[in-house]
């Protein structure tokens, strides 16, 4: 699992990125990593600071208020702490050959989706046919199975007890700056930069 499920702490922090802020340009350009990354989720870690204080909330780890808390501003802040950390931390700017898994996510890929190819385009499609604000993820059921689900807004699939692989905000946020209003395209020029090392090191084995 991701360290930061792992992670005891009272404050929630902003996740080191693994690369560079230029790095992953022309993809996500260095401006787009600075309002996104540095502005957009640091307002996220900043609101679920002040909101935990003093609430039965204060002290559980991030997965732990996202699972629990009901509905609502610490909810939504520490659903989209969790969510972008997710996010920033499966980028890499040096990919692997062919920007593809291997090992045990490839296998599951194969297995429930039938191709890589074929997950791709169900996450691409899930992506467009998002209305609004929310997050698309890859993600893991209790019985090992892999399926593609959409959240709106802050939610995380942790609510619903599956475990996400692999996230894509498509909130305008993520994306404008970039590519305007082609979220088709942004989510497509992901494929090139994703960690599949990262990805898979989420999985439930
Ligand atoms: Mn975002």
């Given at each position: 699992?991701?360290?930061?499920?792992?992670?005891?702490?009272?404050?929630?922090?902003?996740?080191?990125?693994?690369?560079?802020?230029?790095?992953?340009?022309?993809?996500?350009?260095?401006?787009?990593?600075?309002?996104?990354?540095?502005?957009?989720?640091?307002?996220?870690?900043?609101?679920?600071?002040?909101?935990?204080?003093?609430?039965?909330?204060?002290?559980?780890?991030?997965?732990?208020?996202?699972?629990?808390?009901?509905?609502?501003?610490?909810?939504?802040?520490?659903?989209?702490?969790?969510?972008?950390?997710?996010?920033?931390?499966?980028?890499?700017?040096?990919?692997?050959?062919?920007?593809?898994?291997?090992g045990a996510l490839?296998?599951a890929?194969?297995?429930?989706?039938?191709?890589?190819?074929?997950?791709?385009?169900?996450?691409?499609?899930?992506?467009?046919?998002?209305?609004?604000?929310?997050?698309?993820?890859?993600?893991q059921?209790?019985?090992d199975?892999?399926?593609?689900?959409?959240?709106?807004?802050?939610?995380?699939?942790?609510?619903?007890?599956?475990?996400?692989?692999?996230?894509?905000?498509?909130?305008?946020?993520?994306?404008?700056?970039?590519?305007?209003?082609?979220?088709?395209?942004?989510?497509?020029?992901?494929?090139?930069?994703?960690?599949?090392?990262?990805?898979e090191?989420?999985m439930n084995i």
């Amino acid at each position: 699992m991701s360290t930061i499920f792992k992670s005891k702490t009272t404050g929630y922090h902003m996740p080191i990125l693994p690369y560079p802020n230029s790095a992953l340009s022309p993809v996500l350009s260095q401006a787009t990593i600075e309002y996104h990354y540095g502005k957009h989720l640091q307002t996220y870690v900043d609101n679920l600071n002040n909101l935990v204080g003093d609430t039965e909330y204060e002290g559980m780890t991030l997965r732990e208020i996202v699972i629990a808390a009901p509905k609502g501003p610490l909810f939504n802040n520490a659903g989209q702490v969790l969510n972008h950390t997710l996010y920033f931390e499966q980028f890499t700017a040096t990919p692997l050959p062919k920007n593809q898994p291997s090992g045990a996510l490839m296998s599951a890929i194969r297995f429930d989706f039938g191709s890589f190819d074929t997950m791709k385009k169900k996450i691409e499609d899930a992506s467009a046919a998002l209305f609004g604000s929310g997050w698309v993820w890859l993600v893991q059921d209790d019985s090992d199975k892999l399926s593609i689900v959409s959240c709106p807004n802050g939610d995380n699939p942790i609510r619903q007890g599956l475990t996400p692989l692999y996230g894509i905000d498509v909130w305008e946020h993520a994306y404008y700056l970039d590519y305007q209003n082609r979220r088709a395209e942004y989510v497509k020029r992901l494929w090139d930069i994703v960690d599949w090392e990262m990805v898979e090191s989420r999985m439930n084995i």
